[in-house]
């Protein structure tokens, strides 16, 4: 069973899917660590991890979007968690981030850097067979 928490706000963006690496910084550990992001916004990023943070979180970021030569500093709260309790279920655990303080003209550099990627598609459910009668 797939459980998802949320601040509730409807996307204001659309998704794009992409794999990117993001460093993210806590206050729950010392340093960055590693992630990696599965799709990316002008407003936010979906970041694959088993144990997301708690819901209102602040974190930072760090990572290269797509056409830009070098990495942008951003910082972000969790606005969304989901969990997967199962082997097979469709989606990924991870959270969501919205970015905060971004400026117009970053945010706008993000929108065209982010044109002509595809959203990413939902992924399909394994199909069960049922167990044959014994």
């Given amino acids: ?12 963006s659309l998704r794009r899917g992409i794999q990117l690496p993001v460093r993210l910084g806590s206050d729950y ?9 599965r799709d990316l916004s002008s407003r936010g990023v979906f970041i694959e991890t088993a144990l997301p943070l708690e819901l ?5 970021l760090r990572f290269t979007p797509p056409g830009f030569r070098y990495p942008v500093d951003l910082r972000g709260e ?18 969501g981030v919205e970015f905060k303080y971004l400026s117009r003209e970053l ?7 982010l044109r002509g990627i595809p959203p990413r598609l939902p992924k399909r459910r394994e199909k069960r067979t049922p ?4």
Wanted: glycine share 12%.
């Fill in 1 to 12: 069973m797939q459980r998802k928490f949320g601040l509730g706000r409807a996307r204001t």
């Fill in 29 to 37: 550990w010392d340093g960055a660590i590693p992630f990696m992001a």
């Fill in 56 to 60: 209102g979180e602040e974190v930072e």
């Fill in 78 to 95: 969790v606005r969304r968690v989901a969990f997967h309790r199962r082997a097979g279920e469709a989606g990924e655990s991870g959270m």
């Fill in 107 to 113: 945010r706008e550099l993000l929108e065209l850097s």
């Fill in 131 to 134: 167990l044959a009668a014994v």
